[in-house]
């Protein structure tokens, strides 16, 4: 692939991206999408307290779960099931929580996680 198609292709997939952002956050309502856009940066907390009153861990529209809880947070980063899982043949092989994966200088004592809901 030239140099010239990869760039577009680059372009294209961010712009994608961004605008399918923009539909979920605008047009769906999606609230962890509406944190990245205008309305986010603008107001946040007011993000925060719609997240917060759908309980500890949502669903959001992109299919995305999103909690506002620390105690649900630290759960989810120090329980392995939640981790990687990289070799197929050999589970044991390389086996941590997401945790395990954050150096400790960029820990932080706030949380925040979402992850892609698989089905």
Not at 1 to 14: E, I, N, P, R, Y
Not at 68 to 73: A, D, G, I, M
């Amino acid at each position: 692939m030239s140099d010239l198609t990869s760039t577009l292709k680059f372009a294209v997939d961010l712009y994608r991206a961004k605008a399918a952002t923009a539909y979920a956050g605008y047009v769906r309502r999606d609230q962890l999408a509406l944190l990245g856009l205008r309305p986010g940066r603008a107001n946040p907390y007011a993000i925060y307290e719609r997240l917060r009153a759908d309980g500890a861990l949502s669903l959001t529209r992109q299919g995305e779960w999103v909690s506002t809880s620390h105690r649900v947070c630290d759960e989810v980063l120090r329980d392995r099931r939640f981790g990687v899982n990289r070799n197929e043949q050999d589970p044991d092989a390389f086996d941590v929580s997401f945790l395990e994966m954050i150096s400790s200088s960029s820990a932080s004592s706030s949380c925040a996680a979402a992850s892609r809901r698989t089905t």
